[in-house]
């Protein structure tokens, strides 16, 4: 007679089989984040990332963050969130600067209840992106916008506006000097990211949409790209523009010259002009990413 211990290991291995067959692939059952995630406001990840401080409690000293002469990675566990200056109740991280070679500031900042944005140093143009919650956007009219999660605003330099919040918000914004030309003048912008259409890219297989006009007055884009599971970038692209890059959505692995990282949602990268640069998405879900790319003016 066959010991209680055989039948049980060959229960294990009839289980094991089975769910082996399923559409999750090999030993993969329904998982209960996946269901959780259908649930949660886009762009969650962006501030409660899988790889958060609390689960680094073991690891004394531990980041994924990598600064380097062409690049930087900075990941969520190594933000230093400190008041930002001219606003009221917000803490800000700067997480790109000049101090790295950039010729752009790159930050998030989080609103509390009760506060208010302060203005851009003169002549410095301003993008922000609403990640979390809501917010309002007063220009000097008294003009007010709603703005919500994948929503966003473009300020031209010297453009007097706030943005208010009665709850806690999370912006990611962009700031630069106004490369400035005779004749042409940016206009102030507000839309969300579902409104810009789809554009084409020959040769390439993921989505992509602009958020400010590609006409000459405007001296850079923010991109928004999408990747589906296994998509990757066709070119190996080596180019004169910088980039700011927030992961919004999913997972991947991004090539920086000869370092390869992977990358999820939260994630920030900083691209100097020149590096190689490639990625490639992995995972369940769909990767989007938020690109800064400076435009329309001579590198000279």
Known sequence: MQRPEVYLLLSV???L????RTDGGFCSAPSILDSETASKPLYWKVTNPTLSPSHLQDLPGFTRSVYKRDHAL?????????PLPEWTNTLGAYLITPAM???????????????????????????????????????ASGFG?????????YLPPNYEHFLMSDGSATLVVFERRYAALENHITEHIVGSTD????????????????LLPTSTPYDFNI?????QPGEFLNVKEVHY???GLLLLEGQGIYRLGDSWYPVQAGDVIWMAPFVPQWYAALGKTRSRYLLYKDVNRNPL
């Open 195 to 210: 409104k810009q259409p789809l554009l084409e890219t020959p040769g390439e297989v993921f989505q992509l949409r602009k």
């Open 145 to 153: 916008s709603k703005l919500g999660v994948d929503s966003y605003a």
């Open 17 to 20: 089989i089975k769910l082996g």
């Open 13 to 15: 291995t009839l289980c």
């Open 241 to 243: 523009n910088q980039h």
């Open 74 to 82: 900075i990941t969520p566990e190594s933000h230093v969130f400190s």
């Open 223 to 227: 991109h928004i790209m999408d990747f």
């Open 101 to 139: 070679g950039s010729h752009f500031v790159m930050y998030l900042a989080n609103m509390q209840e009760k506060s208010k944005s302060g203005l851009p140093p003169h002549d410095v143009e301003r993008i922000i992106f609403v990640v979390e919650g809501t917010v309002t956007l007063t220009n």
